[in-house]
């Protein structure tokens, strides 16, 4: 896992996370900003990911998109850094569980609030995450019935999900709840947040 880091982002998306899972690592990157509409769409960087968005991440040879995906490759790639738990440990099946309900059901129901879209009642089923309400709920119980959602140690599943709650919360798409509040109250003091948000403010303000 020697070869270099190229981190593509912009300061006012996604790519966030990815910075901070990266400053979680500890490992050396180069990080290239996309501009929305411009760089995101040239041919370059849809040669990377031809979705044209970020953030994604290209290591050596390997290529990755999506913000899990992402954060799953590097916790594997870089063990020492201790950020999943070991590969057939009781733990390991909450962490697959978490992070991938924020992933998808969470995603999806805050991406349809926030365009103002509503399942009907009766078409509930076929939607992953059911309800607004549905999810939410289900994610209040998950980040409150231990201490990390992965037992009690920080791991990836953690920074994905309390950013999905930090950005709902800042945002209005997630009603404040004590078990929200409290989760994040635990996690947002982290070194590599800190410095994560530290770097990508000052791009923002370029």
């Not at 063990?79 to 999943?84: C, H, I, R």
């Not at 991938?100 to 009642?121: D, I, M, Q, R």
């Amino acid at each position: 896992m020697s070869q270099p880091i190229i981190f593509y982002t912009n300061p006012v998306s996604r790519g966030r996370m990815v910075r901070w899972m990266l400053e979680e690592v500890g490992q050396p990157y180069e990080t290239q900003v996309l501009g929305y509409g411009t760089s995101m769409k040239s041919p370059e960087y849809l040669a990377i990911n031809p979705m044209g968005k970020v953030p994604a991440i290209r290591h050596g040879d390997v290529v990755v998109t999506e913000v899990a995906a992402i954060c799953t490759y590097l916790a594997d790639g870089f063990p020492e850094a201790g950020l999943a738990p070991p590969p057939g440990s009781p733990a390991r099946g909450a962490y697959y569980r978490w992070l991938f309900f924020a992933a998808g059901p969470v995603e999806a129901a805050l991406t349809n609030k926030a365009c103002g879209f509503e399942v009907p009642a009766d078409k509930r089923f076929m939607a992953g995450f059911g309800s607004f309400d549905d999810a939410m709920n289900v994610l209040a119980h998950a980040v409150s019935a231990t201490e990390y959602l992965a037992g009690d140690q920080f791991s990836a599943a953690d920074l994905y999900v309390s950013s999905q709650i930090s950005f709902g919360l800042r945002f209005g798409m997630i009603t404040p709840r004590p078990e929200f509040s409290a989760y994040w109250d635990r996690i947002k003091t982290r070194p590599a947040a800190a410095r994560a948000a530290e770097l990508d403010d000052a791009l923002a303000k370029k």
